[in-house]
């Protein structure tokens, strides 16, 4: 099942805060993000393991809760660099590794 | 160290034909995974190969297929073409099977493919 994303698009201003929900229906071992600027490829960002341990990629960081299975993705005081879509991938537990991509957010960043 | 390199870039294609994209993953990865993207479907996953050996695969029919070389190079077939099919066709590559292991996957800039 693939995990649902929240919100599907989101618009800020330079310097504003956005955080982005990825939350499954099953129990999660990880979580992976990723971003994909417009006509490049996707970058990954970060992988949160079962644990709830919080990591962080500039002022990006993110949230894993296991218990909630949910992720969430948190952009703080964002940057027009920031712009582009954003995918969580969810991993659960005895699946082999197979990562499920959510349809992803959209992030536009306006001066 | 080069990254993962997709030929060819932009691709068109009639309905009926048959194409064969090619990816080039980073040095020393031997996992190479592929995805189909659309606007507004996010990443589909296709498959993914290891060590020459298909290990997983996702809901695509038939038509749809590819290999991995001892190089770890990795080619996909779509034949008898769609117009359905006309999508961005990623490939990723890691260092250890499972495109959900704890290695990154490394994305390249895609085959866009075009079926009139």
């Known amino acids: 099942q693939q995990p649902v994303q929240s919100p599907q698009a989101v618009i800020l201003r330079e310097g504003e805060d956005a955080v982005i929900n990825c939350s499954s229906s099953k129990a999660l071992y990880s979580v992976h993000w990723y971003r994909q600027k417009h006509g490049e490829a996707p970058v990954f960002l970060m992988i949160l393991l079962k644990g709830g341990e919080q990591k962080g990629h500039e002022k990006i960081s993110a949230s894993f809760n296991e218990k909630k299975q949910q992720s969430s993705l948190y952009l703080t005081a964002s940057q027009l660099s920031y712009s582009g879509t954003y995918f969580c991938g969810t991993v659960s537990s005895g699946s082999n590794y197979q990562l499920i991509w959510g349809a992803g957010t959209k992030l536009i960043i306006k001066p | ?116």
């Open chain 2, 1 to 116: 160290k080069a990254g993962v390199t997709q030929t060819p870039r932009y691709l068109i294609k009639t309905r009926g034909q048959q194409v064969t994209l090619s990816c080039s993953p980073i040095s020393g990865h031997r996992s190479v995974s592929w995805y189909q993207q659309t606007p507004g479907q996010g990443l589909q996953f296709l498959f993914e190969y290891f060590s020459e050996t298909q290990r997983n695969k996702g809901n695509f029919p038939g038509r749809f297929s590819g290999r991995q070389f001892s190089n770890s190079r990795s080619e996909m077939n779509v034949s008898t073409l769609e117009l359905g099919d006309s999508a961005l066709y990623l490939c990723a590559s890691s260092l250890a099977p499972g495109q959900g292991n704890n290695s990154p996957l490394h994305f390249g800039n895609g085959t866009r493919l075009t079926v009139t």
